[in-house]
């Protein structure tokens, strides 16, 4: 006869208090939102649900695969950082170069790869940057995403990637995986114009139909220079040397989407806003917020509702719920 009491919290429980919350999420605020009565689950029964997810990244895949078409659509991958400013004593959190704040800051890093097709978001697999534990770099999370969506079954049109990835290896990778590939590179990478010799990219000149190089060590691929409203200049490439302009700019906007994904989890799935300091309960927020992320990105695909207006109404109903258990009990 089994005599351990079952969880008196779930996954389901925490998500929703993520999608619910928005300003603390904490174990402890979750608590207080799912009181009903004494049988409610305390604050330690949330701490204790967090503690025994596994690491990897398999729930998250086991709730997207039905809603993925893996041979069609692209794959996006980037990463971005999780502010913990005041957090000393918190594991998984390093200095390191922040887009957004355009400095170096104390934070976690998050690496993503997102599946998008016509207008959807779907996020498939992700890695957090602990190179201190798994001796990882965030190109070797890169190349682990791409081995296990390649193992899934995924076969995109394209994949996409920024800068910082745009590495020989990386691109021999997809080269060996029959895929295609749109990245930008840095301004000093060397190619060859005209079988003569190597020079640094930004000292071509582009034509606005794009050219073709050769990439030194790894092949001919296009280039394109892009030069935007404020003098900035961007080289983008790809591995399709008759790809044109017009393709390139709307794969350059699907690309994007991952930056709307970003901003998404945070601001209204709370993936920064965890502050326990132990690595298994940050692993385990971060998945949850992730799988939050993806119900508001369901509900937009099935309703057209923004997750904002999704958000906005959710909190909305929370709090006049909340003001009439107040009003009746004191009553």
């Known amino acids: 006869m089994n005599d351990i009491n079952p969880p008196k919290c779930t996954d389901l429980d925490y998500i929703n208090f993520l999608i619910a919350s928005s300003r603390v999420f904490s174990c402890t605020e979750a608590s207080k939102c799912s009181f009903i009565d004494s049988s409610s689950p305390a604050h330690d029964s949330f701490t204790r649900l967090l503690l025994r997810q596994p690491p990897d990244t398999e729930a998250l895949w086991e709730e997207v695969k039905d809603l993925v078409t893996p041979e069609v659509g692209f794959l996006i991958i980037d990463d971005t950082v999780l502010d913990k400013p005041y957090s000393k004593h918190i594991e998984l959190v390093y200095r390191q170069w922040s887009g957004k704040h355009h400095q170096i800051v104390n934070g976690i890093n998050l690496e993503t790869v997102v599946w998008t097709y016509n207008d959807a978001i779907i996020p498939v697999d992700f890695r957090i940057y602990d190179i201190d534990t798994d001796g990882k770099t965030k190109n070797d999370h890169f190349l682990d995403m791409l081995n ?97 302009e017009e393709k390139r700019k709307d794969l350059a906007k699907k690309a994007w989407k991952i930056e709307e994904y970003h901003r998404g989890k945070k601001q209204f799935c709370g993936v920064e806003r965890c502050q326990a300091r132990r690595n298994s309960v940050q692993r385990a927020h971060i998945m949850m917020a992730i799988r939050a992320f993806l119900r508001f990105e ?8 923004t997750w904002f207006e999704t958000k906005w109404n959710i909190t909305r109903n929370a709090v006049n719920q909340f003001i009439r258990k107040q009003i009746y009990a004191l009553a």
């Open 298 to 305: 369901m509900q937009r695909i099935k309703t057209g509702i």
């Open 148 to 244: 296990k969506a390649e193992e899934r079954g995924f076969k995109p049109d394209f994949v996409l990637f920024d800068t910082w990835y745009s590495s020989i290896k990386n691109l021999k990778a997809i080269r060996k995986k029959g895929w295609h590939w749109l990245t930008r590179l840095k301004k000093n990478r060397l190619v060859n114009p005209d079988k003569t010799d190597n020079i640094a990219i930004e000292l071509l000149a582009i034509p606005p139909e794009g050219m073709t190089v050769h990439l030194k060590e790894y092949g001919f691929i296009k280039v394109f220079r892009i030069v935007s409203k404020d003098g900035d200049t961007q080289y983008w490439a790809t591995d399709v040397l008759d790809m044109q």
